[in-house]
């Protein structure tokens, strides 16, 4: 095996991470249309998809620490074709090393396994929220609700593709728009403040924001609404 083909069995692994978060953004959105058929013999349906995010992440984690462990090994090692056999040796004793030492609790840290349980909670809080009010009162609620929520990226004054809430002041951005600029100030050796105007909220990160799924659906629905009228 040469350095090229290890370069590429990188990639390849790096695009089925990329394919894999998709299949994540799946399975919570299935979960998110259970809840919102309140069909109460769905409720276990809604813990195995969990156990399937869970088993995505497993899968997640594991490509994440081969990734790093081969990139490391490379780095340090000779890399004549000879050297291949003693270089794969060394990645799977590491490998092993690492894994041992993993807990399944620190699963449920996963940005994808987070952003599930927080959109199921607040999907599970919407539907009793309506199950409460009367069809007259629910009218007039999603009237005013739609007038309030802003699709609009505080960053790039678009509609929002994929909206991140920021856990710590609840703003939403669009995903590429808040990666890029905290990634922008972090070059800069800046804490990212948060670009809604008024916010007290100075130091942005990437692990306080969370795929909003929710609010993904509503915007998706909004243009499908915008274009049948």
């Known amino acids: 095996m040469s350095m090229t083909a290890v370069t590429g069995t990188l990639s390849s692994l790096k695009a089925c991470q990329e394919d894999l978060g998709t299949g994540m953004d799946v399975v919570t959105d299935v979960a998110i249309d259970l809840v919102e058929a309140q069909d109460e013999a769905m409720n276990p349906g809604i813990k195995e998809m969990e156990a399937v995010i869970l088993e995505c992440a497993k899968l997640d984690r ?5 990734v790093d ?33 993993l807990s399944d609790a ?11 349980k927080e959109n199921i909670k607040n999907s599970l809080q919407q539907a009793n929220q ?21 699709f609009t990226c505080p960053l790039t004054q678009v509609e929002m593709v994929n ?13 590429e728009a808040i990666l890029d600029l905290i990634k922008k100030k972090s070059n800069q050796k800046k804490k990212c403040r948060c670009p809604v105007v008024g916010c007290g909220n100075t130091d942005v990160t990437e692990s306080d924001l969370i795929l909003d799924q929710i609010l993904r659906r509503k915007i998706q629905n909004n243009k499908r609404q915008s274009k049948k009228t």
């Open 69 to 101: 462990i081969v990139q490391q090994v490379i780095q340090v090692s000779p890399q004549q074709p000879e050297d291949m056999f003693s270089l794969s040796a060394r990645v799977k004793e590491q490998f092993s090393e690492r894994a041992a030492q």
């Open 106 to 116: 620190e699963l449920h840290k996963h940005p994808k396994v987070v952003a599930f």
């Open 62 to 66: 594991e490509i994440n620490n081969f």
């Open 163 to 175: 909206p991140m809430k920021n856990k710590k002041c609840n703003h939403h951005y669009d995903e």
């Open 130 to 150: 309506v199950s409460e009010e009367s069809m007259e009162e629910l009218d007039d609620d999603i009237a005013v609700t739609q007038s309030q929520v802003n």
